[in-house]
């Protein structure tokens, strides 16, 4: 993804507190249950089972999601454009994509 940092992704995730509810590579704690596990995400066909994993679907995802999937249990989160693709990136980072 042009101009995105992984490192910067994991930033994002901690300080929004994403792993509140996932278990995701890298972030040590806390290790949430509620939402899916993200190990492995990037080699997932569908993000949240309906949408095509792409990075312009998962950056909208993350930082809206209700708005990207209406009735989405995953809240709307605090980040920017910029932030999301950054978080995007770290998630694509985990896995062979």
């Known amino acids: 993804m ?5 490192a910067r992704g994991a930033q994002a995730i901690e300080r ?4 509140a ?11 949430g249950a509620s939402g899916p596990s993200l190990a492995g995400f990037a080699d997932q066909g569908l993000i949240a089972g309906r949408l095509p994993n792409r990075p312009d679907v998962l950056t909208a995802f993350v ?7 209406p009735g ?3 809240p709307a989160m605090p980040l920017t454009k ?14 062979s994509r």
Do not use: F, K, S
Request: include cysteine; proline fraction near 11%.
């Open 21 to 31: 509810c996932h278990q995701i590579p890298g972030i040590a704690w806390p290790q």
């Open 16 to 19: 929004v507190g994403c792993a």
């Open 82 to 95: 910029e932030e999301a693709r950054d978080v995007a990136a770290y998630l694509y980072a985990t896995g």
């Open 72 to 74: 989405t249990t995953m």
């Open 2 to 6: 042009p101009q995105a940092d992984p």
């Open 63 to 69: 930082r809206n999601a209700p708005a990207t999937l």
